[in-house]
């Protein structure tokens, strides 16, 4: 697995190279350029998220960087695409601002795990379960 220093730092350059204005970008609604200190992720769905640098060391943050890497590769376009949505991905940044203990992260990525395994083996779990599971706390 990469190691997560060197990953932001590969996203940083990848980013910088990044072209500017192309029209199929337009799920973006915020500039190529991230914020200092952050790293620009996208989810399965095209929603993108800035994360803080030091959010990159975190269990759950490096479990879904592997889960990217084992199932889209690198993209030559320089996005990180995580294998989860918008509200997924919005739920994992709640956990990761109040500091969850690793325990609440791991059983996160249990559940995930889970729901991975139910549509590889032809049983779906509904999206609205999914949904309601990870809903965004408040």
């Known amino acids: 697995m990469i190691h997560s220093k060197r990953l932001a730092q590969l996203a940083r350059k990848l980013q910088r190279v990044k072209t500017t204005g192309r029209e199929d970008d337009a799920c973006c609604t915020t500039s190529p350029v991230v914020d200092k200190g ?32 084992e199932e889209f590769g690198f993209s ?12 997924v991905m919005e739920y994992v940044m709640c956990l990761l601002r109040r500091n969850a203990s690793e325990e609440v992260e791991r059983a996160f990525l249990s559940s995930v795990a889970t729901a991975v395994a139910c549509q590889h083996s032809g049983s779906t779990m509904p999206p609205a379960a999914l949904h309601q599971q990870f809903a965004v706390c408040s």
């Open 38 to 69: 952050h790293c620009a992720v996208y989810t399965a769905d095209g929603t993108r998220f800035e994360v803080p640098l030091p959010y990159l060391g975190t269990t759950v943050m490096g479990e879904l960087l592997k889960m990217s890497q």
């Open 76 to 87: 030559s376009d320089g996005r990180i695409t995580l294998p989860c949505d918008a509200a």
